[in-house]
């Protein structure tokens, strides 16, 4: 999670929400992004979804089955839905999104009988951590 925390303070440092994604396998960083939307002016670039498309990449398969996905901030509906069809197997996020969160805020993905692939999610990981980049992001763009 350290590493995703370096990478929400390059969002930050570049004046996009920070948010910064890593993914794990057999104990190796295979994946890794943090939010590009206002840059790149395109809604897919979460960095949950930059991390997912360099793991597909690297594993040379779109099933992400044996990984771990670490991110600063509970994953929206839309980063979610792109965890559960890359099989994802564990997710472990920071500080939770009380206005988008599909891990237990809004909605909760994980508990989705019907769905195909179940993903294990914690919360809550370095939490204060992650909940100090958002606040002082935010609080920085109010003040201007």
Excluded at 75 to 99: E, N, W, Y
Excluded at 121 to 134: P, R
Aim: proline fraction near 1%; hydrophobic fraction near 40%; glycine fraction near 6%.
């Amino acid at each position: 999670m350290t590493r995703a925390i370096e990478l929400a303070n390059n969002a930050y440092q570049q004046d996009e929400v920070p948010v910064g994604c890593v993914i794990v396998f057999n104990d190796e960083i295979i994946g890794e992004g943090f939010n590009t939307r206002e840059k790149d002016q395109h809604i897919f670039t979460h960095a949950e979804v930059m991390a997912i498309k360099q793991a597909n990449q690297r594993l040379k398969s779109w099933r992400l089955e044996e990984c771990v996905l670490y991110v600063t901030l509970e994953p929206c509906l839309m980063c979610a839905g792109a965890i559960s069809q890359a099989r994802i197997k564990t997710v472990f996020f920071g500080a939770q999104d009380h206005k988008a969160g599909a891990y237990g805020s809004i909605i909760d993905v994980s508990q989705i009988q019907q769905l195909n692939h179940h993903t294990t999610v914690y919360g809550g990981l370095l939490k204060e951590e992650c909940e100090e980049i958002i606040k002082n992001y935010f609080k920085a763009k109010r003040e201007l």
